[in-house]
């Protein structure tokens, strides 16, 4: 048997392997530095980055031990000597590592202590003079942190000044260790936002590693050496973005004994007040967390300011190029700052009255209570439906929507609103705002939602008319709740025609995994007409989800071997056999089914195969990079020779995720007076329009004439034949906002802003003299990605900022000649455009004259391209190029 005292020392030998016990009556001294660089992405990045160093002294004394546990202390650390370091405009530097000592503000801050409440490794608390500047405390903080350590192979949750992390211990042979922090989350509220679709957000990677050496007998902690990086990306273009890199080295340098009171108490909460009863001064309890330090503006402008040096970019004439894109994003900024008297100041100064829808767009993107109050004080609802129209637009594309401002759309929405058409962009908005919020983590169960979906439903079903029907739809479709599915497919399948189509392509937009096997089934039903006759759009439609959903070989034959029937619909067929023909050449799995079913001689025939309608569906890239790609796909229908429906969807995708940037369509009916003699009487009274999805929000139809009597008086009026905006604006795609606290103590703000400004627009001209026709339909567009990395606090700022754009334009040019036999030619064409990025680096010491400014430019031009339609499509571009 052991001997008594043997015994009791076992828990303090096993405590002391455990962890570093500081001895009181001893100081400890440290040198200390740590720097932040900032740059633009690897793995080829310039190497000129911005940045700075803090050098200085620390000292660490235990000024209480616990009477009875040696492993519970307070230590006190007292840091003396900063000294700021910027990086050099050139190699010749003080400290040959590229940083040359400057003043700053920090040689004149009172150095106040920090106490830390330490046991067996952790540091449970720290205590600060209450008036103690920010800076400084966050960076004795960081230097606290290092304290914070485990001599055994561990991993553990714990909270230091990177925020709260899953932190794990490796020790490397007796005298280093490897600490890795994982999964870190702030503690104390910062402001954070993301867009909440993958395919448009930003990723954030980051690596924090801190490696020690330690004393052979007593664990002492005599080198520490912190590397950290977080890498900022733009998911579709990974090369897009910036880097914070943070080191951080604390080196001991002496122990020495000293003369220096012990405080009494049995409890460290008594020793902390003889601490502050000697020290005179009150100590605030605190944690290891840091807090955010306030930025200072410098060389700041007024909203007011800042919107007159972009007046020009503000302009109508200046939408869609990237002047204007950049003029939202700074503007944006702005705003988001600003209070609710100075922002309804701005949308009522008179000046601004040519500008004002711009202006609308920026206030809708800023998604702060202050801007939609203002909004909603200058906007009025009750007359011309322009402005509000404008705004709900912009509204509806917003990427993180409050819940105040789908509360106030739906109580506006249940008191009605006069103007029909304002009132279903009024839904349109609320149905797309609320879809958007579902999809913010924690807002899934808010009852906000279920208000909103309870009203769209129980309108929809007090509904008296088809276009009363066709609005709620629309509205489900930018809804897009799982549990409303079963109420579409009920109106798909109905009676009503136009209804039953809006259903169909509502359904069609769902994301993937809404639809389930009862649903499919359903389909099948609505595809082969079990129950009723369908119109083609939405047999088309039904189809082609049928098809996107692991179609078995079963489906396939059976939907081939209805076009043998000779009552099938020729333009059907052509659009299904294309359908067919594309995904087999885009999906391996579809390609094999369809090479063994048309092995069976009873499918795999001319019969069958030689389907010679106009209608067709297709898919094409767009762009290929390395982070993502871009492609459309394109259906169209004809029927009599004549445009029935065209859409034409352009998604990106990422390697996970797929985003839906736009939907175009084009629909007509009544329109057999062009056809010829084989024109066929749809029934319909003569109309065409267009309808755009933008983000998966479907705005109000745009309609060209209702009536046949309309459409003659624009043919002879030629109101077409003149290029007409159909819409235009400026709307937020990036909107990503983190703020990484660094292991050192400071803040990392990582901030992402994507911004499209757009001008849709089109032309038609029709000759009943020459039975011609040729319109034009542009979607002219500019893209600006600006990100930002920044630390800032009270004596330096230093920040890396790149913008990467382009103005491009994709044209659909439609000829038709109607002499005759009906002839029809389809273009889409992309002419040339660039890519540019601008690279800007900034240092500012604060209170000082000096400032650092870096700038770096790339172009990267992008050659034109005219896109492949199909087949029969060229063959009749052919014969009215040679007639």
């Known amino acids: 048997m052991a001997p008594t005292g043997t015994l009791f020392l076992l828990p303090l030998l096993s405590l002391a392997s455990y962890t570093r016990q500081f001895e009181v009556g001893t100081n400890y001294k440290f040198a200390y530095e740590s720097s932040v660089l ?28 616990h009477p009875s546990n040696g492993n519970e202390q307070i230590l006190k650390l007292q840091v003396a000597k900063p000294q700021l370091g910027v990086k050099s405009r050139n190699d010749g530097s003080s400290d040959g590592l590229g940083f040359v000592q400057k003043t700053s503000r920090v040689n004149s801050y009172s150095m106040h202590p920090l106490y830390l409440h330490w046991s067996g490794g952790s540091i449970k608390k720290v205590y600060h003079v209450k008036d103690d500047e920010l800076s400084m405390l966050n960076i004795k903080k960081g230097i606290s942190s290092l304290l914070q350590i485990q001599t055994k192979d561990i991993t553990q949750t714990e909270v230091d000044a990177s925020g709260k992390c899953e932190v794990t211990y490796k020790m490397q042979g007796s005298n280093h260790l490897t600490k890795t922090k994982r999964n870190c989350r702030t503690v104390t509220p910062v402001l954070y936002h993301n867009q909440t679709n993958e395919a448009l957000g930003a990723d954030v990677e980051s690596q924090v590693v801190t490696t020690y050496e330690l004393g052979s007998d007593d664990k002492m902690i005599l080198k520490a050496t912190g ?132 202006l609308l767009d920026i206030y809708a993107a800023a998604q702060t209570v202050a801007a939609h109050k203002a909004a909603k004080k200058v906007l009025k609802f009750t007359g011309q439906i322009a402005l509000p129209e404008r705004y709900l637009m912009s509204l509806s594309l917003t990427t993180h929507p409050l819940e105040f401002v789908i509360q106030d759309l ?33 807002n899934a169960k808010k009852p906000v939602i279920a208000e909103v979906k309870k009203q ?21 479709k930018n809804l897009k709740a799982p549990d409303t599915v079963d109420v579409l497919l009920t109106y798909a399948a109905g009676k009503e025609h136009k209804p039953a189509i809006y259903a169909a392509r509502a359904l069609q937009t769902m994301p993937q995994g809404f639809l389930k096997e009862k649903h499919l089934k359903k389909l099948e039903r609505i595809f082969f007409q079990l129950e009723r006759v369908h119109d083609s759009s939405v047999r088309a439609m039904s189809i082609d989800m049928l098809l996107r959903n692991s179609p078995s070989e079963k489906l396939i034959k059976d939907v081939l071997f209805t076009m043998s029937n000779p009552q099938s619909i020729k333009e059907l067929n052509t659009v299904i ?72 969807d352009a998604f990106v995708q990422t ?49 060209f004439f209702t009536g046949q009597g309309e459409l003659m008086g624009h043919v002879w009026a030629g109101t077409g034949s003149e290029r007409t905006t159909a819409l235009q604006g400026s709307l937020l795609l990036q909107d990503h906002h983190e703020v990484k606290p660094l292991q050192n103590g400071l803040n990392a703000d990582l901030i992402l ?32 990605v600006q990100g930002q990395a920044r630390v800032d606090n009270s004596f330096v700022q230093t920040l890396v900022e790149f913008n990467t754009g382009a103005a491009t334009q994709l044209n659909f040019v439609t000829d038709l000649e109607f002499s005759g036999k009906v002839l029809m030619c389809l273009k889409m064409i992309q002419p040339n455009f660039e890519v540019i990025t601008n690279l800007r680096k900034l240092e500012r010491i604060q209170g000082s004259n000096y400032h650092l400014k870096k700038y770096k430019r790339k172009t990267a031009n992008v050659p034109g391209k005219t896109f492949v339609m199909n087949k029969k499509n060229t063959e009749l571009c052919n014969e009215m190029a040679n007639r």
Not at 42 to 52: A, K, L, N, Y
Not at 241 to 262: F, R
Not at 579 to 592: G, M, P, S, T, Y
Not at 593 to 605: A, E, F, H, T, Y
């Open 38 to 65: 900032l740059n633009e992405p690897r793995p080829d990045p310039s190497p000129r980055d911005v940045g700075f160093k803090v050098e200085l002294t620390a000292e660490v004394t235990p000024v209480w031990q």
């Open 227 to 358: 590397t950290e990086m977080h890498f900022l990306r733009v998911n579709v273009r990974r090369q897009s973005g910036a880097e914070a890199m943070s080191t951080q080295l604390l080196e001991h340098k002496a122990s020495e004994k000293i003369n220096i009171k012990k405080h009494p108490g049995g409890t460290a909460a008594e020793a902390v007040k003889s601490i502050a009863k000697s020290l005179k001064q009150s100590l605030v309890a605190d944690q290891l967390a840091t807090k955010q330090d306030p930025k200072e503006c410098i060389l700041c402008k007024t909203l007011p300011d800042l919107i007159n040096s972009f007046r020009k970019s503000l302009a109508s004439s200046a939408l869609a190029t990237q002047s204007s894109a950049i003029a939202f994003i700074r503007i944006m900024r702005k705003v988001r700052e600003g209070d609710e008297k100075t922002l309804e100041g701005v949308l009522k100064d008179t000046k601004n009255k040519k500008i004002l829808p711009q």
């Open 410 to 442: 739906l109580k506006m929405s249940s008191k009605g609103l006069k103007n029909d058409k304002l009132f279903e962009s009024l839904m349109l908005t609320i149905g797309t705002l609320t879809n958007t919020f579902t999809k913010i983590p924690g």
């Open 456 to 476: 769209i439903l129980d309108q929809l079903n007090k509904c008296k008319d088809e276009s009363c029907q066709m609005m709620y739809i629309r509205t489900l």
């Open 577 to 648: 056999l294309t359908r067919i023909q594309d995904l087999a050449e885009n999906n391996e799995k579809v390609n094999k089914i369809l090479r063994k079913v048309l092995s069976d001689p009873q499918i795999g025939n001319y019969h069958i195969l030689s389907q010679m309608g106009l209608s067709s569906a297709f898919s094409r890239p767009l762009a290929e990079t390395q982070s993502a790609n871009a492609s459309f796909s394109s259906m169209l229908e004809i029927n009599g020779g004549l445009l029935k429906r065209s859409t034409v």
């Open 655 to 703: 390697k996970d995720s797929e985003m839906r940037l736009l939907s175009f369509g084009i629909f007509a009916g009544g329109m057999s007076m062009f056809g010829g003699s084989d024109a066929v009487d749809d029934g319909e009274d003569a109309n065409a329009g267009i309808e755009i999805t933008l983000l998966n929000n479907q705005l109000r139809p745009f309609i």
């Open 753 to 784: 802003t994507g911004v499209i400004s757009f001008d849709f627009a089109g032309q038609a001209e029709v000759s009943l003299w020459n039975q011609n026709s040729h319109s034009v339909v542009e979607l002219g567009a500019a893209l600006v």
